[in-house]
């Protein structure tokens, strides 16, 4: 772990503050350095001072921003615990409040009472009480010391620093390194766990143009869901309760029906997952050519055998709806990423950078993360391959695995009983979305691919005999499948029953829990702890590569990588020109939904009533001053995953949209940004409202919210 000299820390301040216009679309910014942008987001049209957007001592906007589960943003929208976030973000609550008879998915839902509105376990909503930097509490602390001892008393400091802020005061907190160590910020956050699915569209809305659109421009989807926190008495967050009110948040964001135009100033208010801007030339050499393809080989298989089960019934079409998500849309971006890399030549610019960097300073920084990365890199295959197969692959790998406690005698008396109680609770949920003939299928062409891309030094000992002397991974596959236990719903259901330990004593030598555990075994003890210190090392390494490119090029900006902390982008509502004869314009409108409606199409199919109301053009109060109703537009924000749901804000601070997608000549710009081409894409706030109001009947939401018009008075 390392921290940061004052000496560093100012080199970064000066980096930021040298940057231009042109720049500033680039990059993620920490809320508490937007003081430094402050100028610049004004000139481009802001209307409001860093303060407004980001306090600790009144409210700001940062109030109305929640962490979605973790995973995804979602924005305040009433005084009475209303939040939007995308349809994509919400979708595992609505798949699991979905059956054949009540397909929530297909059809959507619209909560008309309170009472109505459904409650999700486990869904969680957090927001931000406050970021503060405490490099320099860290390197006072850790004065003199080196090594495991410098190591032990950060951890202290970190812990003491946490405590400090968060005790007695119904927080949660942790300090998150940034810049790959440089500095380090304290954040504390409130964590509401009562939150209640309110309203979705049908699919044919909220996911229109499907696996076909997705990564695409133009866009014409109305990704969207809608949620409500509830609180307790005092207004603090509390578990499930019928007794929980709707939450009163500090702030939430009045909605502009105006709307946008070509040229507004635009942010994205939210919590950006993870950038790889500073891979140096060899470490993006990987990605294009061996990372990414092995990833998208992998997802190849397993998206073939889950689209063909989704074609053959309602019942499988509903089960894996959410897996077939989740496998699919990272496999399309991994595509376009590679294509964007390539086309803009990517690795040239890297290593011109580099080379740069070489004659400025003579450092051999660059020379020692090479070294670094190529010990590192066949455990990065290992590692993104154990992932494909354990998490993304079939599921009844990890059912098996989450029985271990019981099976090896690990959890005894109390905490044994809550285990067994846990995994009864969860039984009719893992059945509902399981079907044993797709996991087998899933099972045994994933290992014939897994087999094909792993490190011969890395692979799980005696698998690749296993397979080969079985013919292959169906054939393998089938034996597991034919042996197993828990694939049996009523076998499952008598040993849950029993409760015997001598039941689960038999179960040690099931093939399918025998096979996820030799992999994880495997994994954990010859594939993580390296991967984990190669990694630290690599940490190290690229921290010094910053800082060394900050102060060899102090008139040039350098932006910090996004860490699923808050993170603030801005830039203009604006189209592209990616490819030569072809012009992006920056909005999309309903009269795309209607040239794109295709009758049957598992994308573009749309409800009769939304065809008649489109056709019509029935847009009640939310056209244009052209009379279009505007379903989309992109931007120049910077964004990434977990941006999803984020806030899209005009130069008052208004909501006009909810970001949702990159365009597919984006996808690469998690390492590299390019201005002139990089668009994120965001459903327009009016078409969220018309499909509300006028599509769904659930006008009570709309009058719920705060609207205002382009100028800021309420309607």
Not at 28 to 43: S, Y
Not at 61 to 70: C, I, S, Y
Not at 295 to 321: F, K, Q
Not at 685 to 691: E, Q, S
Request: glycine share 10%; aromatic share 10%.
């Amino acid at each position: 772990m390392k921290t940061w000299t004052v000496k560093g820390a100012m080199a970064l301040v000066l980096g930021l503050a040298c940057m231009n216009v042109l720049q500033a679309k680039e990059g993620m910014w920490i809320p508490t350095l937007l003081k430094m942008v402050e100028g610049d987001m004004q000139a481009m049209g802001l209307k409001l001072t860093a303060e407004d957007i980001y306090s600790i001592n009144h409210s700001s906007l940062k109030d109305a921003v929640v962490h979605f589960n973790g995973g995804c943003t979602a924005e305040m929208v009433s005084a009475e615990g209303l939040l939007l976030t995308n349809h994509h973000c919400g979708y595992g609550q609505i798949q699991q409040h979905s059956t054949v008879e009540n397909d929530l998915l297909t059809n959507g839902f619209w909560a008309m009472t309170r009472e109505a509105e459904l409650p999700n376990p486990d869904l969680t909503c957090t927001f931000i009480d406050r970021i503060e930097d405490v490099t320099l509490q860290l390197s006072r602390a850790c004065v003199g010391l080196s090594g495991e001892a410098r190591e032990k008393r950060m951890q202290e400091e970190m812990e003491a620093i946490v405590k400090r802020a968060t005790e007695g005061k119904g927080l949660e907190g942790r300090v998150v390194a940034f810049d790959f160590g440089n500095s380090h910020y304290l954040i504390t956050s409130r964590v509401f766990r009562d939150v209640r699915l309110v309203g979705a569209p049908p699919s044919a809305v909220g996911k229109f143009g499907g696996d076909t659109d997705n990564w695409v421009w133009p866009r014409h989807t109305g990704d969207f869901s809608v949620f409500r926190i509830y609180a307790d008495a005092d207004n603090n967050p509390a578990d499930y309760s019928a007794d929980n009110v709707p939450y009163t948040p500090v702030h939430h964001f009045p909605v502009n029906v105006d709307g946008v135009k070509d040229g507004d100033f635009t942010m994205v208010f939210g919590f950006p997952g993870r950038t790889e801007q500073y891979l140096t030339s060899d470490a993006v050499e990987h990605v294009i050519t061996r990372l990414n393809p092995m990833r998208i080989a992998m997802r190849d298989e397993g998206l073939a055998v889950i689209n063909a089960a989704r074609a053959s019934s309602d019942a499988l079409r509903i089960a894996y709806a959410a897996k077939q998500s989740s496998v699919a849309n990272a496999w399309k971006k991994w595509k376009g990423q590679n294509r964007g890399l390539t086309e803009l030549h990517a690795l040239d610019k890297k290593r011109a950078l580099e080379a740069r960097l070489k004659a400025a300073t003579g450092s051999e920084v660059v020379e020692g993360l090479a070294a670094l990365n190529a010990d590192c890199f066949p455990y990065l295959e290992a590692r993104a391959l154990f992932i494909e197969l354990a998490y993304y692959g079939p599921d009844i790998l990890n059912y098996a695995h989450s029985f271990s406690g019981l099976i090896e005698g690990a959890v005894e008396g109390e905490k044994r009983d809550q285990l067994l109680a846990k995994l009864r609770a969860n039984e009719s949920g893992f059945r509902k979305d399981f079907d044993a003939q797709v996991d087998e299928q899933l099972l045994g062409r994933l290992v014939d691919e897994y087999l094909e891309w792993i490190p011969e030094t890395l692979t799980p000992e005696g698998l690749r005999q296993e397979v080969s002397k079985a013919g292959g991974g169906p054939a393998w596959a089938a034996k597991v499948f034919g042996k197993s236990v828990f694939d049996n719903a009523d076998a499952m259901e008598k040993l849950l029953a029993s409760g015997s330990a001598k039941a689960w004593g038999k179960l040690a030598k099931d093939p399918a829990y025998l096979w996820i555990e030799n992999l994880r075994a495997h994994y954990f003890a010859q594939i993580a702890p390296e991967y984990g210190r190669l990694r630290g090392e690599i940490e190290l390494a690229s921290g010094a590569y910053t800082k060394a490119l900050r102060r060899a090029f102090p008139e040039e900006v350098f932006p910090v990588d996004a860490n699923s902390t808050l993170r603030l982008t801005y830039g203009k509502v604006e189209g592209s020109a990616p490819y030569d004869g072809m012009q992006y314009n920056p909005l999309s409108t309903a009269r795309g939904i209607l040239q794109k409606y295709v009758p049957g199409d598992p994308d573009f199919d749309m409800p009769e009533r939304l065809v008649e109301l489109l056709e019509a053009r029935e847009y009640g109060d939310y056209a244009n001053e052209e009379g279009e109703l505007v379903v989309c537009f992109t931007g120049s924000n910077h964004t990434t995953g977990g941006n999803s749901g984020s806030p899209a804000l005009d130069a008052n601070g208004h909501l006009v949209g909810i970001n949702f997608d990159r365009s597919w000549e984006s996808t690469m710009s998690d390492i590299l940004f390019d201005g002139s081409r990089c668009r994120n894409i965001m459903v327009d706030i009016r078409y969220v409202l018309w499909v509300m109001d006028v599509y769904a009947g659930a006008g009570h939401l709309v009058e719920e919210m705060t609207l205002v018009t382009q100028e800021g008075g309420e309607e």
